[in-house]
T-cell receptor
Framework: AQSVTQLDSQVPVFEEAPVELRCNYS??????LFWYVQYPNQGLQLLLK??????LVKGINGFEAEFNKSQTSFHLRKPSVHISDTAEYFC??????????FGTGTRLTVIP | NAGVTQTPKFQVLKTGQSMTLQCAQD?????MSWYRQDPGMGLRLIHY???????DQGEVPNGYNVSRSTTEDFPLRLLSAAPSQTSVYFC???????????FGPGTRLLVL
C-alpha cells in the first residue's frame, strides 16, 4: 500500500527566507512523485514531478525537490520565498493505475 | 482548450437529495478521476476511469456513482446526500500513465 506523510501541517516563514516542506512516502514498488500547489479558492496546479533520472527536480516559481530513495523522501525547497508563495502544498505519489495518493498538505504562510 | 471544467461551482443540498456533479475535459485524455478534499485529510480518490466505458473505485467510493459514456465527460452522482459528503470535489484528467494530472477548479458542496 502507498502512503504519503507531510510532517508539517503549517509552515510560517519570513519573506526572502529559505523554506523546506517535507514529504515522506512509503511504497513497495517504483513510484512517481509530485508536488502540487493550491492557492486560496483554486484548484491544484503542478509544481514539479519526479518520474526517473536526475534526483534533483526543478519546477515552476523557483521551487525544486530532491528524490531520496534511501530515505523515501521528496522534500520541496525554495531558497527565497515571496508573499505570492503563500498557499497550500501537497505531495503526492502515483503507482499502478495512474491514481494519485496525496499527503494531508502543508500550509505555507509567508510573513512580510 | 478550456482544460478541465466543473459545474456547478457551489451547491447546497438537503440530506437525502440527489445531484450530479459535472466534469468535462476537451484534451482527449483517457484517464479521469474524482477526488474529495477535506480539511486535514488532503485529497482522497473517489472513483476513476481509464477510458470510455471503464470505471473503478478509489479510496472512498461509498455514496457515489460514476459513469463514462464518452471520453470527454465523467459525471459524479450522489444518490442520497449526507452531511458527511460536505466537501470540495475535484475532477482531474491525464493523457497517460506517466503524465501530469490536470485538475478542474472544484465544486464546493454543502449538505445540510
Amino acid at each position: 500500500a502507498q502512503s504519503v506523510t507531510q510532517l508539517d501541517s503549517q509552515v510560517p516563514v519570513f519573506e526572502e527566507a529559505p523554506v523546506e516542506l517535507r514529504c515522506n512516502y512509503s511504497s513497495s514498488v517504483s513510484v512517481y512523485l509530485f508536488w502540487y500547489v493550491q492557492y486560496p479558492n483554486q484548484g491544484l496546479q503542478l509544481l514539479l514531478k519526479y518520474l526517473s533520472g536526475s534526483t534533483l527536480v526543478k519546477g515552476i516559481n523557483g521551487f525544486e525537490a530532491e528524490f531520496n530513495k534511501s530515505q523515501t523522501s521528496f522534500h520541496l525547497r525554495k531558497p527565497s520565498v515571496h508573499i505570492s508563495d503563500t498557499a497550500e502544498y501537497f505531495c503526492a505519489v502515483r503507482t499502478g493505475a495512474n491514481n494519485l495518493f496525496f499527503g494531508t498538505g502543508t500550509r505555507l504562510t509567508v510573513i512580510p | 482548450n478550456a482544460g478541465v471544467t466543473q459545474t456547478p461551482k457551489f451547491q447546497v443540498l438537503k440530506t437525502g437529495q440527489s445531484m450530479t456533479l459535472q466534469c468535462a475535459q476537451d484534451m482527449n485524455h483517457e484517464y479521469m478521476s474524482w477526488y474529495r478534499q477535506d480539511p486535514g485529510m488532503g485529497l482522497r480518490l473517489i472513483h476513476y476511469s481509464v477510458g470510455a466505458g471503464i470505471t473503478d473505485q478509489g479510496e472512498v467510493p461509498n455514496g457515489y456513482n460514476v459513469s463514462r459514456s464518452t471520453t470527454e465527460d465523467f459525471p459524479l452522482r450522489l444518490l442520497s446526500a449526507a452531511p458527511s459528503q460536505t466537501s470540495v470535489y475535484f475532477c482531474a484528467s491525464t493523457p497517460g500513465r506517466e503524465e501530469t494530472q490536470y485538475f478542474g477548479p472544484g465544486t464546493r458542496l454543502l449538505v445540510l
